[in-house]
């Protein structure tokens, strides 16, 4: 039987807003390894629910993940040219 994970929305306020991360974890009181995921140009506007699963798949496996919302700091969904040069 699968452990039972949590699901953290948490906000880390930065110079021009607030970026989302998201934090998955087992629902237990051991420590684990922690794994940060990030998605690339497009965004979560393509991948955001396979980035989802894989956050869940590696919980499962044993780690805490992040996942990083790093577009909320250019208002973007996905990574326009300018953002990519930046």
Do not use: C, W
Not at 24 to 46: C, I, K
Not at 51 to 75: E, P
């Amino acid at each position: 039987m699968a452990k039972p994970n949590s699901f953290t929305e948490v906000r880390i306020p930065t110079r021009k807003s607030l970026v989302r991360l998201d934090l998955y974890q087992p629902n237990d009181q051991e420590r684990h390894p922690t794994v940060l995921l990030l998605y690339g140009a497009g965004g979560l506007a393509f991948d955001g629910s396979r980035m989802r699963v894989y956050a869940q798949q590696l919980v499962r496996a044993g780690y805490n993940v992040y996942l990083l919302h790093y577009l909320d700091q250019t208002g973007e969904v996905m990574a326009g040219r300018s953002s990519m040069r930046r």
